[in-house]
């Protein structure tokens, strides 16, 4: 959703925060602007689209100074008009500031100020925090700032800057993430940490509730009650170069393609296959912890929901420990039962999403262990919980989550092998699970290699404009996974069913312009999966099977088949849905779609 980059040091800040914008257009915005200080005044420059557009723009400006803040504006409160972009400014036009986030007693606070004479132009609630921390200022920014916080209701991530203080960069935070780069010399201030990577890999995570005031050669943090609060700078490792497609025409196919090597580093380290065990040591529970847990709740949103369908099979077949999967959006509204016993994992590549992280909230306050699988450091996920995993899976900048998502089933299977072996499972069971997790890799690249002859077959799908994905047991979130993949990149409507519930219902749909993707791996479940294919089939439906290499049977049964290595069953995640990624990805190329900024959908969903 919307971004925010500031920088205050000795550069020109103008490229900065282009290139700064830039790097923020994968959280997906619909219009972005600039406030620069120059010559003791604010220079602004806004613009809707893309930030070419603004780019061009700014080009007509002086927009010389080291110190200014840049937005990319996700519309909420008012259109996508350029009186509604971000930065703001004060009544007098000597404040600018960006925000992130909802203020909640916005209107209140803008008949307030309307009474006293303001005037306003946008129909945003950052602007009544502009003229409001304006009204409240006489000399000190600092503290108009936080004066003007202290009436405010809701979330912001935000920076101010001010003509009279060319030296200073004040950025708040409640609710709504923002993170200061730590340069030499300079300092950096952004709504994540990808746009910073190119200056420093050094960062301090504000908290909710604090202040940050920013100088050149220093910051210093208070909290509510203008408290100073001691930060501690994090490095991050994730590299400059991974945030780049380096040489794919997209993030997503990059992304794609990255999965095996990216799989690799999120078990590197972390099992131990003598004793046939996982070790994932963030998870601050002792083996007495570990074995009172009595149940499992996995709590995320859109594909890392169905990746924690995944994992709940892993956990209830190798730790025996009854899991559920709960859509955050629901969990917080049922008043769900949770008890000491109960362990509750947040699964987020973001780390930042709204609805998990009030669900996990919500967790705590009722007494479970909770803890976060998460891809993004520092993200309020993974501090406000009390422990669990990064998933290491460098930067995802496409909109559409797929490495995250094989990587958060990765972390799930070991997490569920590590409770499995203090539980019930023999060293020889372990053994079995990670030397198959072992050769995930060699298989993903398998699957990566036949990326021609699935683009081939996924051009003669482009013009349907509905279709199911079909799966059983641990291939139907894939089935899952695989439509939301189309739905979002291709803008095809798919819905994901089990196979076995195709008669009890959406059957009734099929025909040959309603053609079905299935998944008849060789599992278990191969049989009842096939018989449900062959009812497909008979009502004349187009099919295309994701089969098992070797079952040359499934030739004859669909229009194409999509051959993948054979893997253990609860492994299948991490290879089974690759096909499908692709398959959306080329789909959605050969329809002209914005593969990576898919239309309104943003890649970190920061509102409830
Ligand atoms: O950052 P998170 O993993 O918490 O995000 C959750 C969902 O918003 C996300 O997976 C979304 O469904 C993606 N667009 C899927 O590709």
Known sequence: MCGIIGYIGKKDTLPVLIQGLRRLEYRGYD?????????????????????????????????????GIAHTRWATHGGVTEENAHPHVSLDGKLAICHNGIIENYRELKDEL???????????????????????????????????????????????????????????????PLVIGVGKGEYFVASDATPLLPYTSDMVFLDDGEVAVISRDSFETFSKT?????????????????????????????????QPTVFEDAIRGRYDLEEGTARLSGLNM?????????????????TA?????????????????????????????RDP????????????????????????????????????????????????????????????LAVASTKAYTNMVAILILYALQFGRLKRLTPATGQRVLKALLEVPHKMNRVLEMREKIKEIARTYKDYHNMYFLGRGINYPIALEGSLKLKEIAYIHSEGYQGGEMKHGPIALL?????????????????????????????????????????ESAKSL?????????????????????????????IAVALGRDVDRPRNLAKSVTVE
């Not at 924690?308 to 859509?327: N, S």
């Not at 699964?347 to 993004?376: C, H, M, P, W, Y």
Request: aromatic share 8%; hydrophobic share 40%.
């Open 558 to 586: 669909a229009d194409d088949v999509i051959y993948v290595p054979e893997t253990m069953e609860l492994l299948q995640p991490l290879v089974n849905t690759l096909p499908l990624q692709i398959f959306a990805y080329e």
């Open 337 to 396: 039962i949770i008890d000491s016993e109960t362990l509750v994992f947040g699964i987020s590549q973001s780390g930042e999403t709204a609805d998990t992280l009030a669900a996990l909230r919500e967790a705590k306050r009722k007494g479970a262990f909770v803890r976060g699988i998460v891809n993004v450091v520092g993200s309020t996920i993974a501090r406000e919980t009390d422990g669990g995993t990064y998933i290491h899976a460098g930067p995802e």
């Open 286 to 302: 002792t083996d007495t912890q570990m074995r009172s847990v009595k149940r499992v709740i996995l709590i995320a949103c859109g």
């Open 511 to 551: 025909s040959k312009d309603f053609p079905v993707v299935a998944i008849m791996a060789k599992d278990q479940l191969y049989e009842k999966m096939r018989s449900n294919v062959e009812e497909v089939r008979a009502r004349g439906a187009r099919l295309l099977l994701i089969a098992t290499e070797g079952d």
């Open 305 to 333: 929901s169905y990746a924690g369908m995944a994992g709940k099979y892993a956990f209830e077949r190798l730790a025996g420990i009854p899991t559920e999967v709960d859509v955050a959006s629901e969990f917080r509204y």
């Open 226 to 258: 203008h408290t100073h609060v001691e930060k501690e700078v994090t490095t991050i490792e994730w590299s400059e170069a991974e945030a780049q497609t380096q040489g794919y025409p997209h993030f997503m196919i990059k992304e794609i393609f990255d």
């Open 31 to 67: 219009s972005a602007g600039i406030a620069i200080i120059n010559d003791q005044k604010i220079q602004r420059v806004r613009s809707v689209g893309k930030i070419d557009t603004l780019a061009e723009k700014v080009k007509d400006f002086d927009l010389s100074g080291t110190v």
């Open 114 to 176: 309307e009474k006293k004479g303001f005037t306003f132009v946008s129909e945003t609630d950052t602007e009544v925090l502009a003229h409001l921390i304006g009204s409240l200022y006489s000399g000190n920014l600092v503290s108009s700032v936080e004066a003007a916080l202290m009436r405010v209701r809701g979330t912001y991530g935000l920076v101010v800057v001010h003509a009279d203080h060319p030296d200073m960069i004040v950025a708040a935070r409640m609710g709504s």
